[in-house]
């Protein structure tokens, strides 16, 4: 099973690098797709980019349970988080980026402009590691894990961030352990933090922001049809398409994303809540 798994993460990863230096280079070499929206497109590609080039290869480390360092086996964990956390990030500049091309169509190039497309991007970036290397600053499973020797702990009972805080001056200490995922995560951060706030809120707005795109649109396209009769004005009738169009596609990208994440949340609240469950080994 190990094999089978570590096969298909290392396809998906070569995908995901070839696929998205693709759009990079498209965006890089083309002064006309060089806008906000796709600004943001490149946010996104380069986070799956460094997902194929490291995210992946280190949950593969941690999925065969190597023995290393603590702090070093928590941090191949908080990679991943990290990079997740942008592409949530990512999608959810590129849901509000189309709301206001459809709502404020006129303003929308004044406000949206290149250079604020990017220090948005550098801003997300910034908060993505703050979040994704939260654990690091205390709310792990170091104190459990270290104390008992054994990378079997069961993060379920043993709150991290309490324990951590408790063992005061033995916070910087480290040891050596089996690296597993589990073994240094608290998954009441995975849960209660990561997955609710982090991952569930931003989803639910993107839902939101697509759900409002697609009524302002439609609401917006029966006024231009009304004047398109007596004047004859069909571009702002085929600019609202268009507008409607990439809403559509990017909408899309959102739902894969979230059928893509969701599984791996929703076995962490399993994990959480029904601490008796038994999980099968890989």
């Known amino acids: 099973m190990n094999t089978f798994y570590i096969v298909i993460e290392v396809v998906i990863a070569v995908l ?18 060089k806008n906000a929206t796709n600004y943001f497109l490149v946010s996104l590609a380069v986070a799956d980019i460094l997902v ?10 941690i999925s065969i349970g190597i023995h290393l360092d603590f702090y070093g086996c928590l941090f191949l964990a908080c990679f991943v988080l990290v ?3 942008s592409s949530i990030f990512s999608l959810l500049a590129i849901a509000i980026d189309r709301y206001l091309a459809v709502k404020i169509p006129l303003r929308y190039k004044e406000l949206m402009t ?8 550098a801003i997300l970036w910034i908060l993505s590691f703050v979040i994704g290397l939260i654990p690091f600053f205390g709310w792990n499973l170091k104190y459990s894990s270290c104390k008992n020797g054994s990378s079997g702990v069961d993060n379920t009972t043993n709150p991290g961030l309490k324990e951590g805080l408790r063992g005061g001056g033995d916070l910087l200490r480290s040891c050596k352990l089996k690296c597993f995922f589990e073994s240094v995560v608290d998954m009441h ?8 706030v982090c991952v569930l809120l931003p989803l639910l707005l993107m839902l939101g922001i697509y759900m ?13 049809e009304l004047k398109c009769v007596g004047n004859g004005d069909s571009h702002n009738h085929g600019l609202l398409q268009k507008e409607i169009r990439a809403a559509k596609s990017l909408s899309i990208i959102v739902g894969l ?9 929703i076995l962490n609240c399993l994990t959480l809540f029904y601490r008796e469950m038994h999980k099968p080994e890989v």
Do not use: D
């Not at 194929?52 to 480390?61: K, N, Q, R, S």
């Not at 951060?189 to 997955?195: H, R, S, T």
């Open 16 to 33: 995901s690098i070839s696929g998205n230096i693709l759009v990079c280079w498209a965006v890089a070499i083309n002064t006309t797709l």
């Open 52 to 61: 194929g080039c490291l995210a992946i290869p280190f949950a593969i480390t």
């Open 83 to 85: 990079l997740t956390q």
């Open 114 to 121: 290149g250079k604020t497309a990017r220090e948005i991007i």
């Open 189 to 196: 951060y995975m849960v209660y933090f990561n997955f609710f």
């Open 212 to 224: 409002k795109i697609f009524t302002v649109a439609r609401k917006q396209l029966r006024q231009i």
């Open 257 to 265: 994303f979230a059928i893509c994440w969701l599984p791996v949340h």
